[in-house]
């Protein structure tokens, strides 16, 4: 048996700026922060002489072409699995859909699984490009790099994502301090709204393609925003972290009318009016989950649970894709 899990995220600045139609053309820059929610994958052999795929459906096959899930079936094709006696199960602490960077947890996971199976050793930086190249080349998702590498790396973690393809990262430089005090000071609520990011993303990703000047200049202004919320960070300015994520989440707002709905921003004023500084929604928008950055954690909870949402608590992880069992 094998168990392999990599962590959801969170975006601390820069979001949108790691799609290819972006950042071919004026390179990218973000900062995320992986989180203790997980996408679980194990992989065991059988007696069985067919593959056994478990995720929301149950798929028993007799050839890796058979296989409907895109994900698996690519991961299997890609690093040449011939064994047929396979099970692959996935679970998450959290659904898909809702803004964490599922996707690209669970291609990670699923990857990090199969070299175990294969008793290879690959890096972090191996296992992103890898889960990058399925999901954006193999399968032409209108999607970013973020997901699959914050996955991969964890931490709280600087992305440059270069003209050539090439995806540089490094720990944010931000002190032991700052880091528990950021991490107490998040605040995550479920919208109950789930909602596909190909879907707006893609919209993003085609505006971008044909030089849309008002997508380009947001996303100029996005990336900007990344950099100073570094700057602040590790200056430790948590108050001015809380600000800027304001004003990133009423930038992004203008990418597409599908970012936020009338109870989303009901929900984003009722937090502000009740002592958080900044948030936003996390991923693409339009549903997902709510991040919010408060000095008084009290009492935005108290609002935010009476208007109906519930919270989900969080942590930093500092571990990525990694094997559990062996």
Known sequence: ????????????????????????????????????????????????????????????????????????????????????????????????????????????????????????IVSPQTIAEQACHIELDRLREPIGKQDQFIAAYGGVTCFRFNKNDKVDAWPAPISAETLHNLEDGLVMFFTGMSRSASAILKDQDDRSKIKDSSIIDNLHYVKDLGLRSLKVLEAGDLHKFGTLMDEHWQHKKKRSGSMSNPEIDKWYDLAMRNGALGGKVIGAGGGGFLLFYTEDKKRVRHVLREAGLEEVRIRFDFEGTKTLVQ
Request: net charge neutral; hydrophobic share 40%; with cysteine.
């Open 1 to 120: 048996m094998i168990i392999a899990r990599s962590p959801l995220r969170i975006t601390l600045g820069g979001g949108g700026t790691d799609l290819p139609s972006y950042y071919r053309e004026h390179e990218g820059f973000l900062v995320a922060a992986a989180i203790d929610r997980y996408v679980y994958i194990t992989i065991h052999e059988t007696f069985v002489d067919y593959l056994i795929v478990k995720y929301s459906k149950l798929e028993s096959v007799t050839s890796v072409d058979e296989i409907q899930h895109p994900i698996i079936r690519e991961a299997l094709k890609m690093l040449d699995v011939a064994c047929k006696r396979l099970e692959i199960a996935s679970m998450a602490d959290i659904p898909a859909g809702t803004g964490l960077g599922s996707s690209g947890s669970f291609t990670t996971a699923l990857l990090r699984a199969l070299h175990a199976h294969q008793k290879n």
